[in-house]
């Protein structure tokens, strides 16, 4: 039990698909994060949420589509999306990251499989 | 900019051989230094971590220590387990910022 919790933990999606990852932590953090696993390739963050805001957006294509509706809940709405999007998806909370000590908490991930 | 180098790898070591996984740091300001651990299939975990210069992290029989002076956090243990293979990761936290940056990870086998 790692307090996060992600939902699907495998999705399997065609090109014109539309689908979404669900993420839901009970840890009382107020920063969220996205994160994109590839083979071989290192961890890259992908969408950074803090009180509910947006506060980072790493150049991400337009169909990965984020949602924070509450502190608790982060969702990735996923659309149209290309084979080279196949990944691990990671999902993070932690308290405010400005206050340097805390550490990020991570749920399992889901496997996207995209065909 | 804030950033976290780590040794290549994979690294591949016999049961009850010493483990070192190399870490630098580059950070504005002072960070907070972590180590993850992913096993397969799944996400990461924390592992240990340090707050302020020459505090030792340790856990399960790992440590890693900030060094300042040398900018780094290097993760070692004195004998590993087959239990133990999996990918390691160093990050690193700043005051300035509003996110964790990751080191590439390293994978770790441990044969029998």
């Known amino acids: 039990e790692t307090g996060v919790t992600q939902t699907p933990r495998h999705l399997v999606m065609g090109m014109t698909n539309k689908k979404s990852l669900k993420c839901e932590q009970h840890l009382g953090h107020n920063a969220m994060y996205w994160y994109k696993q590839s083979a071989k390739k290192p961890l890259e963050l992908m969408f950074v949420?803090?009180?509910?805001?947006?506060?980072e957006n790493n150049s991400v294509p337009s169909r990965f589509s984020p949602e924070c509706p509450n502190s608790s809940h982060l969702f990735l709405h996923l659309h149209t999306l290309q084979p080279e999007d196949s990944a691990l998806y990671l999902c993070?909370?932690?308290?405010?990251?400005?206050?340097?000590?805390?550490?990020?908490?991570f749920g399992q991930g889901t496997r996207l499989t995209v065909v | 900019g804030n950033s976290v180098t780590q040794m290549e790898g994979p690294v591949t070591l016999s049961e009850e051989a010493f483990l070192t996984i190399n870490c630098t740091y580059t950070?504005?300001?002072?960070?907070?230094l972590f180590w993850y651990v992913q096993y397969p299939g799944e996400g990461l975990q924390l592992l240990l971590k340090?707050?302020?210069?020459?505090d030792k992290g340790s856990n399960k029989g790992f440590e890693a220590t900030y060094r300042k002076e040398t900018t780094s956090f290097h993760l070692e243990k004195g004998s590993v387990q087959v239990s133990d293979s999996a990918v390691y990761f160093c990050a690193l936290s700043v005051k300035t910022g509003n996110q964790f940056y990751f080191g590439t990870g390293t994978s770790l086998t441990v044969i029998p």
């Open positions: 340090a707050t302020k210069a020459d």
């Open positions: 950070a504005t300001g002072y960070p907070s």
């Open positions: 993070a909370s932690s308290q405010d990251p400005r206050e340097a000590e805390t550490e990020a908490f």
């Open positions: 949420y803090n009180f509910k805001e947006q506060t």
